[in-house]
């Protein structure tokens, strides 16, 4: 089972998978849909390649490729309350210690 902070966010972000993302997001009113997947994988693959939480620019970035000028909107589309405050919890992350919105 899963342990999670006090303020809900994993303690241990290699005990995160779909069935727990789909878990955590439903609680927090988020439906996933494949934008939604497009950023946690990105998130996934970036924290098991350097271990950190990967800052809310880079994942801009990622939605560029997508939504070409239009990335920090849909970032904000996709997570309403924040990127640390959802996007963060969704993908299993601990909470940031310090982070950029862009």
């Given at each position: 089972?899963?342990?999670f902070?006090?303020?809900?966010y994993?303690?241990?972000p290699d005990?995160?998978?779909?069935?727990?993302?789909?878990?955590?997001?439903?609680?927090?009113?988020?439906?996933?849909?494949?934008?939604h997947?497009?950023v946690?994988?990105f998130?996934?693959?970036?924290?098991h390649e350097?271990?950190?939480?990967?800052?809310?620019?880079?994942?801009?970035?990622?939605?560029?490729?997508?939504?070409?000028?239009?990335?920090?909107?849909?970032?904000?589309?996709?997570?309403?309350?924040?990127?640390?405050?959802?996007?963060?919890?969704?993908?299993?992350m601990?909470?940031?210690?310090?982070?950029?919105?862009?």
């Open positions: 089972m899963p342990t902070d006090d303020e809900g994993l303690v241990d005990d995160w998978n779909d069935a727990l993302a789909q878990q955590i997001a439903q609680g927090l009113g988020v439906e996933l849909t494949d934008d997947w497009f946690l994988r998130m996934r693959d970036r924290y350097n271990r950190v939480t990967v800052d809310a620019r880079h994942v801009m970035r990622h939605l560029e490729q997508r939504y070409p000028g239009q990335g920090r909107h849909r970032l904000f589309e996709l997570f309403p309350y924040g990127y640390v405050a959802q996007a963060c919890r969704v993908a299993g601990k909470r940031p210690r310090a982070w950029s919105t862009g």
